[in-house]
């Protein structure tokens, strides 16, 4: 069954904790994306990767970081510096990234909570 | 800038009822729309989406997206809606030069028995 993975289901952080957010994905989609969720905001854009080793910040990179070691895997640190981290992650793929009929394809979500 | 609006925070519409969700978008260029949706506490599951061709698509679940040029619009309809319907629905349009996908803020359906 091909698809996109996402773990945990719910995360809890402390205050000055980094925190990992997995993503694994068996498409052999060469494009990854992560979006964070905020009630009535819709999606919002944090990084994407187009190919390993290359990634590019989206609208609110702040406090985040992400590596791309892996074609199947994007894995998503929130860092202390994120001040409101509290919100629905979300992690997609695509084929690729330079077509613009690359549909997304998303995860089932993770949700950040701060102790 | 390019952005999408979706008029609609909220939708009650009855079981069996029609549905017309609104969406409106700003881009320069011919848009390439998407319709989702999204179960609480889910990730999002691609209903259609236009990128050329015939206005008229037809997507899962019985869904189908009208594009007009004219009016700046991709409005999602369903002749007869279902209680398993009830989710959140966003329209995203793709852009081209900043290469990501443009969400809308969403609309919130829920179905009467």
């Known amino acids: 069954d091909g698809g996109i993975t996402q773990s945990p289901k719910y995360l809890f952080r402390k205050e000055g904790q980094n925190v990992t957010l997995s993503c694994e994905q068996n498409?052999?989609?060469?494009?990854m994306y992560w979006y964070r969720q905020d009630p009535g905001q819709g999606l919002r854009l944090i990084y994407y990767?187009?190919?390993?080793?290359?990634?590019q910040k989206g609208d609110i990179a702040e406090g985040y970081s992400v590596s791309r070691e892996k074609k199947e895997s994007f894995p998503l640190t929130v860092t202390s510096a994120q001040k409101n981290p509290t919100a629905f992650y979300l992690c997609?793929?695509?084929?690729?990234?330079?077509?613009?009929?690359?549909?997304?394809?998303f995860g089932p979500g993770t949700r950040l909570l701060v102790l | 800038a390019q952005s999408v609006t979706q008029p609609d925070i909220h939708i009650t519409v009855s079981e069996g009822a029609s549905l017309e969700l609104r969406c409106n978008y700003s881009?320069?260029?011919?848009?390439?729309l998407f319709w989702y949706v999204q179960s609480p506490g889910q990730g999002l599951q691609l209903l259609l989406k236009?990128?050329?061709?015939?206005?008229l698509v037809q997507g899962i679940k019985g869904f189908e997206a009208e594009f007009k040029r004219s009016q700046s619009s991709f409005n999602l309809r369903k002749p007869s809606v279902h209680w398993s319907d009830a989710a959140e629905y966003f329209c995203?349009?793709?852009?081209?030069?900043?290469?990501?996908?443009?969400f809308g803020a969403g609309t919130r359906l829920a179905v009467h028995p």
């Open positions: 997609a793929s695509s084929r690729g990234l330079a077509g613009v009929q690359e549909t997304q394809y």
């Open positions: 498409l052999n989609h060469d494009a």
């Open positions: 990767s187009q190919i390993v080793n290359d990634f």
């Open positions: 881009y320069g260029a011919t848009p390439y």
């Open positions: 236009y990128f050329s061709g015939d206005t």
């Open positions: 995203a349009v793709f852009s081209g030069g900043y290469n990501k996908l443009i």
